[in-house]
C-alpha cells in the first residue's frame, strides 16, 4: 500500500504547486508542507527546489518520483490481479493513432484467435498523453512511436517501420521533388502537435538544419483517416508510415514522394514502467502480441 504521503507528493509532482495539490487532495496546505517536510527528513535530502517563483524537483526528487509512479503501477496491477485471481485478467494498454489504424487489427485479431476469454482494453492517444496514462496507472503498458526519456521506461523494440512522403495519384508538384527542400512550396497535411508521427517528421527536419515553419502552407489534422483522404484528393503531401497507407499505395490512390534521404526507419516501441516487479509478464505479452 502506497503510503499516504508518497501520495502527497505525486501530487505536487503532478502540479508542481503546493495549494493546488491541497485542493485536489482536499487537505490543508501545512498537510501538504508538514508530508513533504516528512519525505525530505526521512530520505534525508530535498525533494523541490524554487527557481524564482517555480517549484521543480530536485534530483533526488526526480529519483523518487519515478520509483514512486512504478510502485503505484504495480500497486494497481497487483490489485487487479488479486480481484481477477479467479478470472481472466484484463489488459489495459494505449496505442498511438497510427500504430492503432495500422496494426493492431491484425495484432488483436491473432490474439482474440489464440486467447478467446481474453478482457482487452485499448486505449488510442499520442505519445505524450500515452505516457502520462502510464505513469498515473492508468494503463499497463503503451505501444509508440514518438520518443521517450528512457531513464523513467523500460521497452523493446516491437518493430521497425519505413517512414515515407506521399501524395495523390494525379498530384501536380509546383517543382518536381529531389529533397525535401524542394516541398516547401507544397501544402503540408501534418498530425497534431504531441502525436508521434509529427514529433518523427520534426525530428526529420531539425536533422536537416529546418523546421516545419519552412513550408509555405500547413494544415494540421487529427485524423489519419482525415488526413490520407485529403492527400488522395490533391489537398497537399504528407508524410507518414508504409504500414499506414500500404492500402493506398497498393490500389494506387496514392503514390510515394522519391526524395533523397527517404525512406527512414522508425522504430515502433513497447513500453513500460522501469523498475516494475511485472517485467516478466510485460515481456511475454510482447511475445504474444508480437505479429
Given at each position: 500500500?502506497?503510503?499516504?504521503?508518497?501520495?502527497?507528493?505525486?501530487?505536487?509532482?503532478?502540479?508542481?504547486?503546493f495549494t493546488r495539490a491541497s485542493e485536489k487532495l482536499?487537505?490543508?496546505?501545512?498537510?501538504?508542507?508538514?508530508?513533504?517536510r516528512f519525505l525530505e527528513k526521512h530520505y534525508n535530502t530535498k525533494l523541490f527546489r524554487y527557481e524564482g517563483k517555480k517549484l521543480r524537483l530536485t534530483g533526488a526528487?526526480?529519483?523518487?518520483?519515478?520509483?514512486?509512479l512504478t510502485m503505484?503501477?504495480?500497486?494497481?496491477?497487483?490489485?487487479?490481479?488479486?480481484?481477477?485471481?479467479?478470472?481472466?485478467?484484463?489488459?489495459?494498454?494505449?496505442?498511438?493513432?497510427?500504430?492503432?489504424d495500422a496494426v493492431m487489427g491484425q495484432v488483436l485479431e491473432k490474439y482474440l484467435l489464440k486467447y478467446p476469454r481474453a478482457k482487452i482494453h485499448m486505449e488510442v492517444e499520442n505519445t505524450r498523453d500515452l505516457l502520462a496514462r502510464l505513469d498515473e496507472g492508468m494503463i499497463d503498458f503503451a505501444l509508440t512511436e514518438g520518443f521517450f526519456k528512457k531513464s523513467g521506461y523500460d521497452s523493446q523494440v516491437y518493430s521497425r517501420e519505413q517512414y515515407i512522403a506521399?501524395?495523390?495519384?494525379?498530384?501536380?508538384?509546383?517543382?518536381?521533388?529531389?529533397?525535401?527542400?524542394d516541398l516547401f512550396g507544397e501544402r503540408l497535411l501534418s498530425g497534431e502537435e504531441g502525436s508521434g508521427v509529427r514529433e518523427v517528421f520534426e525530428r526529420c527536419l531539425e536533422a536537416e538544419n529546418h523546421n516545419i515553419e519552412d513550408f509555405?502552407?500547413?494544415?494540421?489534422?487529427?485524423?489519419m483517416q482525415t488526413m490520407k483522404e485529403l492527400?488522395?484528393?490533391?489537398?497537399?503531401?504528407?508524410?507518414?508510415?508504409?504500414?499506414?497507407?500500404?492500402?493506398?499505395?497498393?490500389e494506387g490512390s496514392l503514390r510515394k514522394i522519391?526524395?533523397?534521404?527517404?525512406?527512414?526507419?522508425?522504430?515502433?516501441?513497447?513500453?513500460?514502467?522501469?523498475?516494475s516487479i511485472y517485467a516478466d509478464w510485460y515481456r511475454e505479452l510482447f511475445r504474444r502480441f508480437s505479429v
Open positions: 500500500m502506497l503510503d499516504f504521503r508518497m501520495e502527497t507528493f505525486l501530487t505536487v509532482c503532478r502540479y508542481m504547486n482536499n487537505i490543508t496546505q501545512p498537510a501538504v508542507s508538514q508530508h513533504i526528487g526526480e529519483i523518487l518520483r519515478s520509483a514512486s503505484m503501477r504495480d500497486e494497481q496491477s497487483m490489485q487487479n490481479e488479486m480481484r481477477g485471481a479467479e478470472q481472466e485478467v484484463e489488459i489495459r494498454f494505449g496505442v498511438t493513432r497510427t500504430i492503432g506521399v501524395c495523390g495519384r494525379e498530384y501536380v508538384f509546383q517543382k518536381e521533388p529531389d529533397s525535401i527542400e509555405d502552407s500547413r494544415l494540421e489534422v487529427g485524423s492527400t488522395k484528393a490533391g489537398c497537399g503531401i504528407t508524410f507518414l508510415y508504409e504500414a499506414a497507407v500500404r492500402r493506398e499505395l497498393e522519391l526524395l533523397r534521404g527517404f525512406p527512414l526507419t522508425h522504430e515502433f516501441t513497447f513500453i513500460w514502467r522501469k523498475g
